[in-house]
């Protein structure tokens, strides 16, 4: 039963606009996530994080919304670069489990 | 963030041997290591966590006898995948994290295993 979803699984963005990347999540008992970049035949990068407490949170070009009640989180690029292509997998930690989504390929067009 | 690296990076066997694949935190300890296989275009699918010193929490469906994962010391882990088959070829993927208090998990580089 996957306990994080990501709906969208490509998404194709114009250079210089913003990308966003869509997770929903199933329990309200998880209180992390994360988001995570991922190569091709490389391992993930974490990328960016929110606490349950949080609504937002920023660092640099990526900004990441927690809607509690909707129980959905978002990933903001922007502007895209064409560097950003990748696999963006959202991930929620409790405890000691870590629940990924299925992934959304990101493709930005130059 | 912190370092984890994975060896080697892709590896191509024999059916029926063994191939074993090292996980290591370069520059912290890893209380807890984490495996995962992603399938082409899929997601990481957990095979088992591992906290240094104890036996793994295998996932449901993954086997034990096959995939034997080891967590001998705080920067660590090995995942051998024993008389490998060619269902068994995939991407695998260590991470690790610190002490209580970690929120992050950061990842090797992956591996991927070919068995022909």
Redesign the interface.
């Known amino acids: 039963d996957q306990q994080v979803k990501q709906n969208s ?1 490509s998404l194709s963005v114009q250079e210089g606009r913003i990308s966003i990347l869509n997770c929903d999540y199933t329990n309200s008992m998880f209180d ?1 996530f ?1 988001w ?1 970049k991922k190569y091709p ?6 990328l960016i ?1 929110i ?1 349950s407490i949080k609504d937002k949170n920023e660092d640099g070009r990526f900004t990441v919304f927690l809607n509690k009640s909707a129980k959905h989180l978002s990933l903001h690029i922007v502007p895209s670069q064409p560097g950003d292509s990748a696999v963006y ?1 959202c991930a929620t ?1 409790t405890g ?3 629940y ?4 959304t390929s990101l493709t930005v067009i130059p | 963030g912190a370092v984890v690296s994975q060896h080697p990076s892709w590896v191509i066997c024999k059916s029926g041997t063994s191939v074993k694949i090292e996980c290591r935190s370069l520059d912290f300890q890893a209380t807890t290591m984490f495996w995962y296989r992603q399938f082409p275009k899929q997601s990481l699918m957990l095979m088992a966590t591992s906290n240094e010193g104890s036996k793994a929490t295998y996932e449901q469906g993954v086997e034990k006898d096959k995939f034997l994962i080891n967590h001998a010391s705080l920067t660590l882990s090995t995942l051998t995948v024993t008389s490998a088959h060619p269902e068994d070829s995939s991407f695998y993927i260590c991470s690790a994290r610190g002490a209580f208090g970690w929120t992050e998990a950061f990842f090797g580089q992956g591996t991927r295993l070919t068995v022909v």
């Open positions: 699984p992390y994360l995570y035949a490389e391992g993930p990068t974490f994080s606490s997998f930690n000691n489990q870590f990924f989504g299925t992934g």
